[in-house]
T-cell receptor
Framework: AQKITQTQPGMFVQEKEAVTLDCTYDTSDQSYGLFWYKQPSSGEMIFLIYQGSYDEQNATEGRYSLNFQKARKSANLVISASQLGDSAMYFCAMREGIWGYQKVTFGTGTKLQVIP | GAVVSQHPSWVICKSGTSVKIECRSL??????MFWYRQFPKQSLMLMATSNEGSKATYEQGVEKDKFLINHASLTLSTLTVTSAHPEDSSFYIC????????????FGPGTRLLVL
């Protein structure tokens, strides 16, 4: 079974509109972390936002927010007021394990294109 | 803070040679470092996890003798691709974390390897 599933290979959004990128995960661990990263064409992975499994509030970082629904095992990324510079690949990732040994699994990514 | 560098950013080599890639955490001590491989338009695949002062833990299917990982200090990990072949051509990315369970991974800019 896939640990991280991103069902949207590609998305388009109009500039200044909001967009939601889907991510579902599968784990039997009680303690885990969920991440979203942005990868522009340059290749660098840019950390956007983090949600811990015990965090009760949804994480927010500027224009990014994570819609965490633990019972559904989903961690969707919401980008508000899209900008042209948001065009990139977006990866959802999950970390499992304990201090000293951790494993991070990435989803297959969603290519977001912002239209002027 | 939390800057990770990689060197070199680009390397072209002949088949049969060995290539060393360095990953450094510049402003923090990285107890754990990760090495990933990414093929074009695909997700990141974890190759190995290394903890400072101990042997790396390789993922299934990754050849230990082919991809030598040395985590010599809390700020430096190296990946050596031994006897490189064209099929080893890929984008290699390292990441580092302080090792706490709920710690974010910070990624280096990646190294593009082309084996002729």
């Amino acid at each position: 079974a896939q640990k991280i599933t991103q069902t949207q290979p590609g998305m388009f959004v109009q500039e200044k509109e909001a967009v939601t990128l889907d991510c579902t995960y599968d784990t039997s661990d009680q303690s885990y972390g969920l991440f979203w990263y942005k990868q522009p064409s340059s290749g660098e992975m840019i950390f956007l936002i983090y949600q811990g499994s015990y965090d009760e509030q949804n994480a927010t970082e500027g224009r990014y927010s994570l819609n965490f629904q633990k019972a559904r095992k989903s961690a969707n990324l919401v980008i508000s007021a899209s900008q042209l510079g948001d065009s990139a690949m977006y990866f959802c990732a999950m970390r499992e394990g304990i201090w000293g040994y951790q494993k991070v699994t990435f989803g297959t990514g969603t290519k977001l294109q912002v239209i002027p | 803070g939390a800057v990770v560098s990689q060197h070199p950013s680009w390397v072209i080599c002949k088949s049969g040679t060995s290539v060393k890639i360095e990953c450094r955490s510049l402003d923090f001590q990285a107890t754990t470092m990760f090495w990933y491989r990414q093929f074009p338009k695909q997700s990141l695949m974890l190759m190995a996890t290394s903890n400072e002062g101990s042997k790396a833990t390789y993922e299934q299917g990754v050849e230990k003798d082919k991809f030598l990982i040395n985590h010599a200090s809390l700020t430096l990990s190296t990946l050596t691709v031994t006897s490189a072949h064209p099929e080893d051509s890929s984008f290699y990315i390292c990441s580092a974390s302080r090792g706490h369970t709920q710690e974010t991974q910070y990624f280096g800019p990646g190294t593009r390897l082309l084996v002729l």
